[in-house]
C-alpha cells in the first residue's frame, strides 16, 4: 500500500494540472514562468536568490551536474509547485494570457515599425492583440499596462486611426 494521504493527492493534481496549462501553450511556456515568478517574487513568497539556491541544492540532491539545461528543468518544475501552491488555476491562466498578450504585443510593435507592413497586415496583427483575454493588470503589479503600450503604437505615423 502507498503511504500518501488524499490531501496530497489533491496538491500533486493540482501541480499536474498547473503544469498541463503552461505546457498547453509551450511557445510561451518561458514566458509564463518567467511571470509566475515575477509575481511570486512581486507578491513577497520567494526571492530570485532563495529559488536559485533551492535549484542549486536540488542538482546536488538529484546528482545532476550543473548546466543550463538541468538548472532549466529543475526551474521550471519549481515554478510548476510554487504556482499551484500560490495561484488558483484562473490566476494560472491570467499569467498564460498576459503573456500572449506580450507576445501579441511583440509581434504588433514589429508589423507597425516593418517599413513594408500593409494597413490590412497590421489591421490584423491589432486584431490578433486584442483578441487575447484581458487580464486583470493588479495582479501583475502593471499600473494602466495596456494604456503604457499605446503611446509606442501611436507614435508610428501610418496609424493615426489607433
Request: aromatic share 6%; proline share 4%; hydrophobic share 45%.
Amino acid at each position: 500500500m502507498v503511504d500518501v494521504s488524499t490531501e496530497q493527492l489533491i496538491q500533486w493534481m493540482h501541480i499536474a494540472r498547473v503544469q498541463q496549462h503552461i505546457l498547453a501553450h509551450a511557445h510561451l511556456a518561458e514566458a509564463t514562468r518567467g511571470l509566475l515568478i515575477r509575481t511570486l517574487v512581486e507578491r513577497g513568497l520567494v526571492t530570485s536568490s532563495w529559488l536559485e539556491s533551492a535549484v542549486q541544492k536540488a542538482l546536488q540532491v538529484l546528482g545532476l551536474p550543473d548546466e543550463p539545461e538541468h538548472r532549466q528543468q529543475v526551474s521550471a518544475a519549481f515554478t510548476g509547485i510554487l504556482a499551484a501552491r500560490a495561484f488558483s488555476e484562473k490566476e494560472i491562466q491570467d499569467h498564460i494570457h498576459l503573456a500572449q498578450k506580450l507576445e501579441r504585443f511583440q509581434i504588433l510593435h514589429r508589423m507597425v515599425n516593418a517599413e513594408r507592413a500593409t494597413s490590412t497586415e497590421i489591421q490584423q496583427a491589432l486584431k490578433e492583440f486584442c483578441a487575447v483575454p484581458p487580464k486583470r493588470d493588479w495582479l501583475f503589479g502593471i499600473q494602466g499596462g495596456a494604456d503604457r503600450r499605446r503611446p509606442v503604437l501611436t507614435q508610428a505615423q501610418r496609424l493615426p486611426w489607433l
